[in-house]
C-alpha cells in the first residue's frame, strides 16, 4: 500500500487547510487511519485517528478545531484544519493500517508542509 498526502500550504492563523491522504495499491485492505505531525526538534505526534467502523479520536491540541474523516470507496482520508494556529505548524504525515492474511502492517505517506504564519 502507498500512501500519497497532499493538501498543505501556507496560511494564517485563523484560516483552514483540508489535507488528503489516498491509499493505493492491488488488493489490499486498510483498517484504522490516521494523521500525525513533526515539526523540527520534536517527536512525531498522533493528531487524529479515524477506524474502519470506530469513531475518530483527536489529540488534545486540535479538538473542536480539527476533523478526520474518511471515504472508504475512494481509499481516502480527509483531515479538515480549521482556526490554524502557529504551533499548528509542522509536516502532517498520513498513516494506515493494512491488513494482510490476519497481520496488520503500519504504512506512512510522504508528509506535506503546513505552515501557519502569525
Known amino acids: 500500500v502507498q500512501l500519497q498526502a497532499s493538501g498543505g500550504g501556507l496560511v494564517q492563523a485563523g484560516g483552514s487547510l483540508r489535507l488528503s491522504c489516498v491509499a493505493s495499491g492491488s488488493n489490499f485492505s486498510i483498517g484504522s487511519m490516521a494523521w500525525y505531525r513533526q515539526s523540527p526538534g520534536t517527536q512525531r505526534a498522533r493528531v487524529a485517528t479515524?477506524?474502519?467502523?470506530?469513531?475518530?479520536t483527536y489529540a488534545d491540541a486540535v479538538k473542536g478545531r480539527f476533523t478526520i474523516s474518511r471515504d472508504s470507496n475512494k481509499n481516502t482520508a480527509y483531515l479538515e484544519m480549521t482556526d490554524l494556529k502557529p504551533e499548528d505548524t509542522a509536516v502532517y504525515y498520513c498513516?494506515?493500517?493494512?491488513?494482510?492474511?490476519?497481520?496488520?502492517?503500519?504504512?506512512w505517506g510522504q508528509g506535506t508542509q503546513v505552515t501557519v504564519s502569525s
Open positions: 479515524i477506524g474502519s467502523g470506530a469513531g475518530p
Open positions: 498513516a494506515a493500517t493494512e491488513i494482510d492474511g490476519g497481520r496488520t502492517y503500519a504504512r
